[in-house]
């Protein structure tokens, strides 16, 4: 989550981004009553959480911390019970205990943020379906463990993620990196396509390999799962991307960047960000050493 805060916080400081959505102008908002939410939920996650920042003025000198908004009323609802969520000084975020582990298939949730000066902001999200458990394989290749994760996809839906969680008797890691000379390679750097819209209907497959000559002290897992996402998860990581490649081609190019800034999409009524739901496979174990 915290590639999510400092996302957001670095598009709401620059201020010369909009909505991808037709239905969200913030070119029409003053700056003071600008909220910039991002909030991600799924039925696998133990807790809620929520991101949210407020805009500053032109010219204002603005640092993450000078920039959260502390005293929002942040509820998530499914229609049936709703969560206030509170903010944790230590973490910068707004939190609460998930009670919607058992939502089911296409489950709508509510996103609603107001402050005490009057400014709110809301969204709506619905749970993709739950991914089928994946399958997999392994061999040895030329001093590599090569490992191949297969899943099926019935339903023909496109919007997926995957996710690997490396852990180890003395510690443990997220995505594809693990301790200072233990690393897990893969076919493509995921962040480059994924989350993707080209989940295929029916089989549907990512390989990675590990070195054979581990020099790690402890065992070593990895526990992987496919996360269907909803599209709207998927414009905001696509145009997140194009931003990204945008902001490169332009800080320190020696050839000007003629083309226009890149819109990232939000879909949060009446201010900037994303709110979002993800629905995860069971998942499947495997031991690297």
């Known amino acids: 989550m915290s590639r999510l805060a400092s996302f957001l916080y670095l598009l709401m400081i620059a201020l010369g981004l909009a909505s991808c959505d037709p239905g969200v102008s913030i070119e029409n908002i003053d700056a ?19 991101y949210v920042y407020r805009a500053r003025s032109n010219g204002d000198v603005a640092g993450r911390v000078s920039v959260l908004e502390k005293n929002a009323t942040v509820v998530i ?20 205990l998930n009670p ?21 902001v809301s969204a709506q999200s619905v ?7 994946p399958v997999v394989t392994s061999q040895v290749k030329d001093g590599w463990n090569v490992f191949k994760m297969v899943w099926q996809n019935d339903i ?6 995957v996710e690997g969680v490396w852990s180890s008797d003395i510690g443990d890691s997220i995505y594809n990196y693990f301790g200072p000379d233990i690393s897990v390679n893969f076919e493509r750097d995921p962040y480059d396509y994924i989350p993707s819209d080209k989940q295929l209907n029916g089989a549907n497959s990512i390989s990675f390999l590990t070195s054979t000559d581990l020099d790690f002290p402890g065992s070593l897992q990895a526990s992987l799962r496919v996360i269907n996402v909803e599209e709207s998860n ?5 145009t997140y991307r194009e931003y ?3 902001g490169f081609n332009v800080d320190g190019g020696i050839i000007p960047n003629f083309q226009s800034p890149v819109r990232v999409y939000s879909n949060i009524d009446g201010g900037f960000g994303v ?15």
Do not use: H
């Open 244 to 246: 990204r490649n945008w």
């Open 100 to 120: 919607f582990g058992a939502a089911t298939d296409g489950t709508v949730f509510q996103l609603r943020v107001s402050t005490p000066d009057g400014v709110a």
């Open 77 to 96: 609802s499914d229609g049936k019970k709703e969560v206030f969520l509170i903010f944790d000084p230590i973490l910068r975020t707004y939190k609460a």
């Open 32 to 50: 003071e009553n600008l909220l910039c939410v991002t909030s991600f939920i799924s039925p696998q996650d133990s807790t809620l959480t929520a």
């Open 127 to 133: 749970l993709p379906p739950k991914p089928q458990k």
């Open 275 to 289: 709110f979002t739901s993800q629905n995860a496979s069971e998942p499947v174990e495997v031991v690297l050493k």
């Open 234 to 238: 998927f414009k905001y990581w696509k």
């Open 156 to 161: 023909d839906y496109p919007y997926y993620d």
